[in-house]
């Protein structure tokens, strides 16, 4: 069966320092991946999305970036943080296109606090 | 592109009481629809999904929901919630070679004993 792992669970970072979060998929090849937000008392925001390696679609333009080095890994980072990125982060995957399977898959979140 | 409302942001429900979450989308193609369930400070996980077939589906933990293509709405149900049923609740769709999903808003739901 298929598993999806995210860390750190949650993270407390001051204004201005960097960001890596990691989030990692196993029991399945070449899934499509996506890094969501919610801040609080607000919905899930995409923030990107991967359908495959080193294949990066960006929906937010803000200070965030993501990267996936591997088939099963992908990487929310930023280099200063800033207040308004407080929030819960959510990674999640699906089976690649056409593989008649439509719903996400998600971790259990990493909780970031920008002080 | 497709987008979700779902009509009440807060649903406060007695316990062993029916909830019913309401959900309508917008598309001019045809659409696969899902609910989430979001306990606190966890992801989200799958309760049902509707991909074509019986327009009634099941889920988890007795939650049902209806597709009504006419009335382009997918709400869900529960003929008799538990405290354990306080969560949010987040309707999504996407259709066919859609990378995406569009989410709702989400809908808080609150169980009293």
């Known amino acids: 069966s298929q598993t999806i792992h995210q860390w750190p669970a949650t993270l407390v970072q001051p204004v201005g320092s960097p960001l890596s979060l990691e989030c990692t998929v196993e029991?399945?090849?070449?899934?499509?991946l996506y890094w969501y937000r919610q801040a609080a008392g607000r919905g899930l925001q995409l923030l990107f999305y991967?359908?495959?390696?080193?294949?990066i679609s960006s929906e937010v333009p803000q200070n965030l970036s993501a990267s996936r080095p591997q088939d099963r890994q992908f990487i929310l980072s930023s280099k200063k943080l800033l207040l308004s990125d407080s929030g819960f982060y959510l990674c999640?995957?699906?089976?690649?296109?056409?593989?008649?399977?439509?719903?996400?898959?998600f971790g259990p979140g990493t909780r970031l606090t920008v002080t | 592109a497709q987008s979700v409302t779902q009509l009440d942001s807060q649903v406060p429900v007695f316990e062993e009481a029916p909830v019913e979450l309401r959900c309508n989308y917008s598309?001019?193609?045809?659409?696969?629809l899902f609910w989430y369930v979001q306990y606190p400070n966890q992801g989200l996980q799958l309760l049902l999904k509707y991909l074509s077939g019986s327009t009634l589906v099941k889920g988890i933990n007795g939650f049902e929901a209806e597709f009504n293509k006419s009335q382009t709405s997918f709400h869900l149900r529960k003929p008799s919630v538990h405290i354990s049923d306080t969560a949010e609740y987040f309707c999504?769709?996407?259709?066919?070679?859609?990378?995406?999903?569009?989410f709702g808003a989400g809908t808080t739901v609150t169980v009293r004993a």
């Open positions: 598309s001019s193609v045809s659409v696969y």
């Open positions: 029991g399945t090849s070449n899934p499509n």
């Open positions: 999640a995957w699906r089976p690649g296109q056409g593989r008649g399977s439509y719903e996400q898959y």
């Open positions: 999504a769709v996407t259709r066919s070679n859609d990378y995406k999903l569009s």
């Open positions: 991967s359908v495959g390696i080193g294949q």
